[in-house]
């Protein structure tokens, strides 16, 4: 009886799992919408009283998105005063809504990658996650890994879909 050979162990793929790459802690949204006059109108003198009223350390160590979810023109200043009120308090906080700060906490992870570990090699980029990997982060890891390396292929060692390959 012949040995059980591994294929997949011995084939020299490189697999790459961006669930790595999650960035931990607990994801909040903050909506300004409940702040603006009748949903729709921001009034200063209001809103900064808002502001200064809020307790802002509830936000203590999470990840905070801050956005405006009515259909109303908001002015930039307003975002810029909820960023300096949560931002003593949580541990990141981004512009726009939970799908948007997850590409950006992924950006931020894959544009701090050491990319020369993976020169000339094959890779596979793993596609089943544990936690929600956003799309975005899956073609920016591709860009980034195209001008290094062999190959890069899509799924698991043992059942990929080619993605690039140098010619």
């Keep these: 009886?012949?040995?059980?050979?591994?294929?997949?162990?011995?084939?020299?793929?490189?697999?790459?799992?961006?669930?790595?790459?999650?960035?931990?802690?607990?994801?909040?949204?903050?909506?300004?919408?409940?702040?603006?006059?009748?949903?729709i109108i921001l009034k200063e003198k209001d809103f900064r009283e808002q502001i200064k009223q809020h307790d802002w350390s509830i936000y203590s160590n999470k990840l905070v998105a801050v956005t405006c979810s009515a259909d109303a023109i908001v002015p930039t200043w307003a975002f810029m005063l909820v960023a300096t009120a949560v931002a003593p308090y949580a541990q990141q906080v981004i512009f726009g809504d939970l799908i948007r700060m997850e590409e950006v906490l992924f950006d931020a992870k894959l544009n701090s990658l050491d990319l020369t570990s993976f020169s000339d090699q094959r890779i596979v980029i793993k596609g089943c996650s544990k936690v929600n990997v956003p799309v975005s982060a899956y073609v920016r890891l591709t860009a980034l890994l195209q001008p290094v390396v062999k190959s890069i292929m899509y799924g698991e060692p043992c059942s990929t879909v080619p993605v690039y390959k140098r010619k």
Excluded at 14 to 38: A, M, N, Q, S
């Design 1 to 39: 009886m012949e040995p059980i050979v591994n294929k997949v162990a011995e084939s020299g793929l490189i697999t790459i799992d961006l669930e790595e790459l999650y960035t931990p802690g607990e994801r909040v949204l903050f909506d300004i919408k409940g702040w603006l006059f009748e949903e």
